[in-house]
Structures are given as structure tokens and as C-alpha cells.
């Protein structure tokens, strides 16, 4: 059984995160809809405004916040918000080359960073058993 790195997400981070998400949806989206010769524009779902907030309050656990007010109001009130967001700007139609433009470096970056923490657990990982130390 392997170990979890355990290192807490910085409040930024995950504020970026339900961001992120939806780019790089949008991103696939756009580009499988370029691909297909679908129309020159895409529309915000308020969907993909709600997997975006659950991504993030599935992360808010691993955040280290910093005030006891953090945890509340940024916690739950920035979800809500954006949520609030998604569903007033359901229909907004954008153009399919700026959304695949944003997003596709979008799912790079965090390809990238996926793979970068994954080497760096794993290797984390193979120190504490060499110390002996196992998972704790």
C-alpha cells in the first residue's frame, strides 16, 4: 500500500481549481467540435458550472486555510457563488477558437502537473520505505 503525499492544497490553488476544470473542459469540448466541424460557437452550461464547484468542494478538504473564516465562508460561499455564476451565464455562447486557445494549454498545464506530483509522491513514497518507516 502506497502512502499519500498528505500535502495540503494553498488557498489559491484551489480557488483556481473549479477554473482549471471548466477550461479545460470547454477546451475538449471546443476542440472535438473543430474536429467534427461543429458550429464557430460553444455555450456555458450550467453543468459544467456544477462539476466544476463540486471538483473544487470535493478539494476543499485538502486545503490549509488559513483563518477559521476561511474554512466558512471561503469554503462553502465561493462554490456557491460560482455555482450562482453558472447558472446566470447558462447559454452565453463563446467562440470555439478562444475557448480551445485557453483550454487546451489549460489541460497541458495540469497534465504536466499531474505528472510532476505523481513523480514526486512516488518518490516520497520509496524514501520512507527505504527508511523503513512505511505508511504512518
Same mark, same amino acid.
Given at each position: 500500500?502506497?502512502?499519500?503525499?498528505?500535502?495540503?492544497?494553498?488557498?489559491?490553488?484551489?480557488?483556481?481549481?473549479?477554473?482549471?476544470?471548466?477550461?479545460?473542459?470547454?477546451?475538449?469540448?471546443?476542440?472535438?467540435?473543430?474536429?467534427?466541424?461543429?458550429?464557430?460557437?460553444?455555450?456555458?452550461?450550467?453543468?459544467?458550472?456544477?462539476?466544476? $464547484?463540486? =471538483?473544487? !468542494?470535493? +478539494?476543499?478538504?485538502? *486545503?490549509?486555510?488559513?483563518? &477559521?473564516?476561511?474554512?466558512?465562508?471561503? %469554503?462553502?460561499?465561493?462554490?456557491?457563488?460560482?455555482?450562482?455564476?453558472?447558472?446566470?451565464?447558462?447559454?452565453?455562447?463563446?467562440?470555439? $477558437?478562444? =475557448?480551445? !486557445?485557453? +483550454?487546451?494549454?489549460? *489541460?497541458?498545464?495540469?497534465? &504536466?502537473?499531474?505528472?510532476?506530483?505523481? %513523480?514526486?509522491?512516488?518518490?516520497?513514497?520509496?524514501?520512507?520505505?527505504?527508511?523503513?518507516?512505511?505508511?504512518?
Amino acid at each position: 500500500m502506497l502512502c499519500a503525499s498528505g500535502r495540503p492544497l494553498r488557498v489559491s490553488t484551489w480557488l483556481a481549481v473549479p477554473f482549471l476544470f471548466g477550461s479545460a473542459v470547454l477546451g475538449l469540448t471546443g476542440l472535438a467540435g473543430l474536429l467534427v466541424g461543429a458550429p464557430r460557437d460553444i455555450a456555458l452550461s450550467s453543468p459544467l458550472f456544477g462539476a466544476s $464547484v463540486a =471538483v473544487g !468542494a470535493a +478539494g476543499s478538504g485538502m *486545503v490549509a486555510w488559513r483563518a &477559521a473564516w476561511q474554512q466558512v465562508w471561503l %469554503r462553502w460561499g465561493y462554490p456557491t457563488g460560482l455555482f450562482g455564476v453558472g447558472i446566470a451565464v447558462d447559454g452565453v455562447r463563446l467562440p470555439v $477558437v478562444g =475557448v480551445v !486557445a485557453v +483550454g487546451i494549454p489549460v *489541460v497541458v498545464l495540469l497534465v &504536466a502537473q499531474y505528472v510532476s506530483e505523481r %513523480r514526486r509522491t512516488a518518490e516520497s513514497s520509496d524514501e520512507q520505505f527505504a527508511a523503513g518507516r512505511g505508511c504512518q
